[in-house]
């Protein structure tokens, strides 16, 4: 079946970086976009990016640029998001998210990863 | 970027009856592109509804959605036992696409 199986829950301090990874399985890899999209603890979700699998380019929201990187591995069919200088505010549960119809600028989601959790704290 | 505003922020009724859920935008979304999802607690999101009104692969016909400018609706006709839940709205038609803060449907 379709689905994105993301790595484990992390903990950090503030200053460090994390990297999450997501792997796709049961469709073709390369023909959908993967979003990020993180969720802090009782709150909304948030949009932060999006990576094509197939040249590997990648868009990120305004307040993530210059800490986020979108990455893929075609080979083991996977995507990862690394966030650097970590503050608190950044603790979250952050998903993968597949684009449903192939529009770069903009999608909805319909296969999601079950969100690891990141939590930064000294 | 487009805020999205949902209403109201807690619905609390009994299982059989019929759920509204209101989301508001900032400006007239020029597309379609009006999402609404469910999640439960622990879980990740599952898609509902996408162009204001397609049901997802799974959806039971008892979801609806319409809407049009700024003004979108999801319909639960007869709320059963496994829909209480939060419920967002997400636009997508306009960079960044952006998300509502949530419904939460809870049982009277």
């Known amino acids: 079946q379709v689905q994105l199986v993301q790595s484990g829950a992390e903990v950090k301090k503030p200053g460090a970086s994390v990297k999450v990874s997501c792997k796709a399985s049961?469709?073709?890899?390369?023909?959908?976009?993967i979003h990020w999209v993180r969720q802090a603890p009782g709150q909304g979700l948030e949009w932060m990016g999006i990576?094509?699998?197939?040249?590997?380019?990648?868009s990120y929201e305004q307040k993530f640029q210059g800490r986020v990187t979108m990455t893929r591995d075609t080979s083991t069919s996977t995507v990862s998001m690394e966030l650097s200088s970590l503050r608190s505010d950044d603790t979250a549960v952050y998903y993968c998210?597949?684009?449903?119809?192939?529009?770069?600028?903009?999608?909805?989601?319909?296969?999601w990863g079950q969100g690891p959790m990141v939590t930064v704290s000294s | 970027e487009i805020v999205l505003t949902q209403s109201p922020g807690t619905l609390s009724l009994s299982p059989g009856e019929r759920a509204t859920l209101s989301c508001r935008a900032s400006?007239?979304?020029?597309?379609?592109?009006l999402a609404w999802y469910q999640q439960k607690p622990g879980q990740a999101p599952r898609l509902l509804i996408y162009?204001?009104?397609t049901r997802a692969t799974g959806i039971p016909d008892r979801f609806s959605g319409s809407g049009s400018g700024p003004d979108f609706t999801l319909t639960i006709s007869r709320l059963e036992p496994e829909d209480f839940a939060v419920y967002y709205c997400?636009?997508?038609?306009?960079?960044?696409?952006?998300f509502g803060q949530g419904t939460k449907v809870e049982i009277k």
């Open positions: 998210a597949r684009g449903l119809s192939g529009t770069y600028s903009g999608d909805a989601f319909d296969v």
């Open positions: 990576i094509d699998p197939s040249g590997g380019g990648s």
């Open positions: 997400q636009q997508y038609g306009s960079s960044p696409q952006t």
């Open positions: 049961g469709y073709a890899f390369t023909n959908y976009y």
């Open positions: 400006r007239s979304l020029s597309s379609s592109y």
């Open positions: 162009g204001t009104s």
